[in-house]
């Protein structure tokens, strides 16, 4: 009794498990297809203007990434040839309106309001927190800022409150 109930809960799954194997192989069929066209692809492709992907004339590979090999040379490819990279360039030190970062010692070119990205983001954070130094001002003189060394852990948690207390009170 209790098999017939299982056989009856179990019928719609055999029936669709029996759909899906049907369909696998008339999958199978269209890649055995499409393998046996695809040297005539190759031939005939150009003729209308189908590029051929490099992937396919290396042979075929499965899905994900590309072999260890291939991958170094394709993101070693665009920096290298003068590709486009991501992001602003750097304003070069010698063009004209380029400046220091503002920080003694950085030497890197400004960015955004006379410092380099690294001590904008610092000033950012500074700002954030209301501990942003005096002498830290928007457009400062090249090497004229002193910096500052940002405390860590427990001392940067406290100074974080005192700060947050300063801000409440004032």
């Not at 040297?39 to 899905?63: C, H, M, S």
């Amino acid at each position: 009794m209790i098999r017939n109930e299982i056989e009856v809960q179990l019928k719609p799954l055999r029936d669709v498990v029996a759909r899906l194997e049907e369909g696998t192989a008339d999958l199978d069929a269209l890649r055995n297809v499409a393998e046996r066209l695809a040297p005539l692809a190759e031939v005939v492709g150009p003729l209308f203007g189908a590029q051929i992907p490099a992937a396919a004339k290396a042979g075929r590979r499965g899905p994900g990434r590309p072999a260890t090999a291939a991958r170094s040379t394709v993101t070693a490819a665009p920096a290298a040839a003068g590709g486009k990279r991501r992001g602003r360039k750097p304003a070069a030190a010698g063009a004209d309106g380029a400046r220091a970062c503002a920080i003694i010692g950085c030497g890197k070119p400004s960015r955004t309001k006379g410092y380099c990205a690294a001590h904008y983001q610092k000033l950012r954070m500074l700002e954030k927190t209301n501990r942003r130094p005096s002498d830290w001002k928007d457009y400062a003189d090249p090497d004229s800022v002193d910096d500052i060394k940002l405390p860590r852990g427990r001392a940067a948690s406290k100074a974080l409150a005192a700060a947050a207390q300063a801000g409440h009170a004032g």
